[in-house]
Structures are given as structure tokens and as C-alpha cells.
């Protein structure tokens, strides 16, 4: 990759999508933390030979903020490794494969990534996959809790709506649990509402920022275009809708568009990165840094919600408040309620049973 290529993808992950720093602290972040002299952090990603954990790999690899990379899938990492490690950046990478190695993997990390276990096929439903990813999340929280308990976790796996609950389940039958530091990874959703926005609003998408608030599933996504800016008034009650659903269905746009071949893993890498790119800069002290994330809190009666968050040198530094509503989305927020909360309790009753 040339110089000037790499460093404009550099910048993209410094400035993130909601590109909250002003361009004063853009630069100061740019000379205090985008060199070799920024902490040494240690980033793991498991699931790292897939769909996601390729293109992931290979952005945290563009991540100045990265000293150590481990990537960790039950087959095909040191591939992955070999390849993704002879780019010339900071980090130092190693690929570990299989259960013998996940110890090693994780030890010392300080943000865990994981977009481990299977996507959707047209048809499903991201409950639909939980099955199958619920075990391997409990099995790799478990080793989370014994090798790297302090880690920021970035949770990818569907469905997010239990994958996060049954998380922080078993970190707290670990006696580990803190929840301020575990993390369902929404950038996605608000990545394409940013898109969609622009697109229908006709502004520069670069200057958008759009908060998406609720869960990970259907309609418990819910994008506040409300809150939008830059203002549009050039759209209608019937623009706004259809870019609600629109947000909604992205991820089965993606899913029916691959026909077969899996769910969003370009997009979804990409908004991966920047939420762990946002979770170092909160590491190191960077003030400021906000990204919509499904967290434990308490601004609405359910035990986890996804909002914006304000991150920090221990994660979660501060959930805020919704903000204003339309009344669309207040009807919104009322509506994905029930579904949220059945999909956390299902999340919180398996990490229980089993
Ligand atoms: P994929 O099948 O291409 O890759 C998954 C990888 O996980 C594979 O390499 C597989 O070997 C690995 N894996 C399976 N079990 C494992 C274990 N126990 N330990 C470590 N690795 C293991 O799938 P993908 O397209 O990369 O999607 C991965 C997950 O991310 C899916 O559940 C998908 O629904 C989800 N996803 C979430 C979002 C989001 O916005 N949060 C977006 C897209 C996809
Ligand atoms: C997405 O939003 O793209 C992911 O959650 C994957 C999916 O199954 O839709």
C-alpha cells in the first residue's frame, strides 16, 4: 500500500465516524498517540480467519495505537498472521490456532475482539444463530476471565442482543465483571445510518453524525435522525421512516445480496475498527471520545442498552441520556422493548443453565 493511501486510512481510524475530536485535538492525538511512542497495547481479535476477522486483522494492523496483535481463530491463523504481519506498521503480530493456544492469545491484551461463530444465511433471523454462537461466546469469555480479566471486550458475535448478556453472566460467575468494560460493538448501525443519511439528505457523509440507540436486531435498532446533524429539512416524515428501516434491514440487505455467502464482513470490519480504535484512545487518556454502544445501563428499565457512550482509561466513563425524541421514535423505543428484553433474558438464562 502506498504511504499516502495508508495514511489517509490511518486518519479515517483516528478520526472515527463520529469524528467527535475538534481538529486542534485531531492533531494533538495525531502527534501524542499515533506514533511508536503511544503505550504499548496488545489487541486480540478471535475468530480472526474469517469474514470479518480477516479485513479486521488487517485494519488493527493500520492501527498506529497497536503494539501487539494476536489472532486467534480455531483454524487458519497463521496465515492470516504471515500475511497481515508483514505489513510494515508498529504492531507486532502473532497468529495462535486452537483451544491449546487461546491462553497465550489472550494474555496481556488489553482490548479483546470477537467476532467468532456463525453468520446468518438468508432466511434467519440473528436469534437464529444463537444455538451455536452462545457456546463458543461462554466458552471464550471463559478463557477472557482466567487470561486477560481487565480487557475491554468488544463483543461482535450475534446475536448481540444475548451474546452480551451471557458475557457478562459468566465474567460475573468468574468474579470478574466489570461493566464498564464490556462492549456490543452497534458501530455498524450507526456507520449505515451515517450512509443512508447522507445519501438521502444530500450532505457530505463525512460530516454526519447519526446516534443509534436500543439493541442490534430488527427493529430494537433504533436510529435517532432526530438527533442528526448536520439538520436536514429537506426531509420528509415518510424520507425519515424509510431510512428507520432502511438502517433496520441493513444487515439483511447484506445477507440477501450474499445470497448464501454469509452476512456483512467488509462494513462490519470496518466499523470494528474504528470502535476498538475508539476503546485505545479512551485507554490512553484521549478525552472526548463518544461511540454508540449496547451496554449495561440504566437509561432505560432494561439491563443493557445501547446509547452513546463516552469512553475512558477504565471503558465506560459515562453513558449519556437519550436526548430529545421525536414522537416516531419515541413509538420506536416503546415497540423494541419487549423483543430486547426477551433476547436478554434468553442471554442471561442460558449463561445460568448451561
Ligand atoms: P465467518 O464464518 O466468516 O467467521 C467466523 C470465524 O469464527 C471463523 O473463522 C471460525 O473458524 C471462527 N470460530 C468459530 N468458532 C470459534 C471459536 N470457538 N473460537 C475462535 N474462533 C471461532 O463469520 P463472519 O462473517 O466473520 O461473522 C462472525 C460473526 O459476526 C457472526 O455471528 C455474525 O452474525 C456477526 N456479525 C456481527 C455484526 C455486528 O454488527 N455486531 C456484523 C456482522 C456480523
Ligand atoms: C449486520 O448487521 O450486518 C450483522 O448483524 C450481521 C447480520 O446477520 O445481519
Known amino acids: 500500500m502506498k504511504g499516502t493511501m495508508l ?54 494492523k493500520l492501527n498506529p495505537l497497536v503494539s501487539n496483535l494476536a489472532l486467534y481463530d480455531i483454524a487458519g491463523t497463521p496465515g492470516v498472521a504471515a ?30 475482539i470477537i467476532p467468532a461463530g456463525v453468520p446468518r444465511k438468508p432466511g434467519m433471523t440473528r436469534d437464529d ?20 480479566p481487565n480487557a ?23 468474579g470478574t465483571y466489570d461493566e464498564k468494560k464490556l462492549f456490543g460493538v452497534t458501530t455498524l448501525d450507526v456507520v449505515r445510518a451515517k450512509t443512508f443519511y447522507a445519501g438521502k439528505a444530500n450532505v457530505p457523509v463525512a460530516g ?21 446533524t448536520p439538520e436536514a429539512n429537506n426531509l420528509s416524515d415518510e424520507d425519515i421512516k424509510a431510512l428507520t428501516k432502511r438502517t ?11 445470497a448464501g455467502k454469509g452476512s456483512a464482513t467488509l462494513s462490519m470490519a470496518y466499523a470494528g475498527a474504528i470502535f476498538a480504535d475508539a476503546c485505545l484512545k479512551g485507554l490512553n ?41 421525536s414522537d ?3 413509538q420506536g423505543l416503546e415497540s423494541l422493548k419487549p423483543e430486547l428484553k426477551a433476547s436478554i433474558e434468553k442471554g442471561i438464562k442460558y449463561a445460568n443453565q448451561s
Open 285 to 325: 487518556g484521549v478525552p472526548d471520545v463518544v461511540e454508540c454502544s449496547f451496554v449495561q445501563s440504566s437509561i432505560t428499565e432494561l439491563p443493557f442498552f445501547a446509547s452513546k457512550v463516552k469512553l475512558g482509561k477504565n471503558g465506560v466513563e459515562e453513558i449519556m441520556g437519550l436526548g430529545l425524541l
Open 7 to 60: 495514511r489517509s486510512v490511518q486518519a479515517s481510524l483516528r478520526r472515527g465516524p463520529n469524528a467527535s475530536s475538534s481538529p486542534s485535538s485531531f492533531r494533538l492525538l495525531c502527534r501524542d498517540y499515533s506514533s511508536e511512542s503511544a503505550p504499548n497495547r496488545k489487541v486480540a481479535v478471535l475468530g480472526a480467519a474469517g469474514g470479518i476477522g480477516q479485513p479486521l486483522a488487517l485494519l488493527m
Open 129 to 148: 444463530l444463537f444455538n451455536i454462537n452462545a457456546g463458543i461466546v461462554k466458552s471464550l469469555c471463559t478463557a477472557i476471565a482466567k487470561y486477560c
Open 83 to 112: 500475511d497481515v504481519g508483514h505489513i510494515n506498521t508498529r504492531s507486532q503480530v502473532a497468529g495462535y490456532m486452537g483451544e491449546d493456544q487461546l491462553a497465550q492469545a489472550l494474555e496481556g491484551s488489553d482490548v479483546v
Open 208 to 228: 454526519v453524525n447519526v446516534p443509534v440507540v436500543g439493541g442490534h436486531a430488527g427493529i430494537t435498532i433504533l436510529p435517532l435522525f432526530s438527533q442528526a
Open 248 to 258: 433496520q434491514d441493513g444487515g439483511t440487505e447484506v445477507v440477501e445480496a450474499k
Open 328 to 330: 416516531y421514535e419515541k
Open 152 to 174: 475491554l471486550v468488544n463483543m461482535i458475535s450475534n446475536p448481540v442482543n444475548s451474546t452480551v448478556p451471557i458475557a457478562a453472566e459468566i465474567f460475573k460467575k468468574a
